[in-house]
């Protein structure tokens, strides 16, 4: 599983209430990612962090916040919740081997997220 | 934009059949590909990738893949399909010199015993 940790697993809110998501790796990973996956749309990039402090938009990142102080966290953050962002969110990383990146991506557990 | 298709959105199989999954992209530049599967309530896992060289790739559990250049495709491919195969399978590209890989919709098998 390349030492991730996802939490919380399981959460339900309240619409316009704010959440955090956590990612937590252990294995000093420098490229770290925020999916979200719905029935239909397959995987969609949220934001993406490719160092400490050093993050980036993806596609569906209206709504969301991140960030990384240290290299083993990465957190997401929904200012305000709404009933659209029901989803299963996954993080990942791109190890690497021998000091280069495999190109891979390696998915944490997921956390299903119910706004209501 | 870049994107990935997968046609087929659901196939459903007896045991022994041969699966053909179909994926194709649209970006002109290098890529890197890669077949993604998803066992119920699970996250998902590499099956194989292709990065350059044979364009015929085998991955885990007798899958395989063949990248296509001209057709911009990488269909995945196993010539005989077991029930434990049911899972949703996820085609995704890394466009080179980007971190940023994009994945299409997914194809749910289901494989009746």
């Known amino acids: 599983d390349a030492g991730i940790t996802q939490s919380p697993r399981h959460k339900v809110t309240e619409t316009g209430t704010p959440v955090t998501l956590r990612c937590h790796q252990t294995?000093?990973?420098?490229?770290m990612y925020w999916y979200r996956q719905d029935p239909g749309h397959g995987l969609r990039l949220i934001h993406y962090?490719?160092?400490?402090?050093?993050?980036d938009k993806g596609e569906v990142s209206d709504g969301y916040s991140v960030s990384r102080s240290k290299t083993e966290d990465f957190l997401l953050t929904l200012e305000s919740a709404t009933s659209s962002q029901t989803s299963v969110y996954f993080c990942?990383?791109?190890?690497?081997?021998?000091?280069?990146?495999?190109?891979?991506?390696?998915f944490g557990e997921g956390s299903r997220l119910t706004v209501l | 934009a870049q994107s990935v298709s997968q046609h087929n959105h659901h196939v459903i199989l007896s045991e022994a059949a041969s699966l053909e999954l179909g994926c194709n992209y649209s970006?002109?530049?290098?890529?890197?590909l890669f077949w993604y599967v998803q066992y119920p309530g699970q996250h998902l896992q590499l099956l194989l990738k292709?990065?350059?060289?044979?364009?015929l790739v085998k991955g885990i559990k007798g899958f395989e893949a063949e990248f296509i250049k001209s057709k911009f495709s990488f269909n995945l491919r196993k010539p005989s399909v077991q029930w434990s195969d049911t899972a949703e399978y996820f085609c995704?590209?890394?466009?080179?010199?980007?971190?940023?890989?994009?994945f299409g919709t997914g194809t749910r098998l289901k494989v009746l015993a």
């Open positions: 962090s490719y160092g400490v402090k050093d993050t």
């Open positions: 990942a990383i791109t190890p690497r081997r021998g000091g280069e990146s495999t190109g891979e991506l390696f």
């Open positions: 294995e000093n990973h420098r490229y």
């Open positions: 292709y990065f350059s060289g044979d364009p």
């Open positions: 995704a590209v890394l466009l080179s010199g980007t971190y940023k890989y994009i």
């Open positions: 970006y002109g530049g290098t890529v890197n």
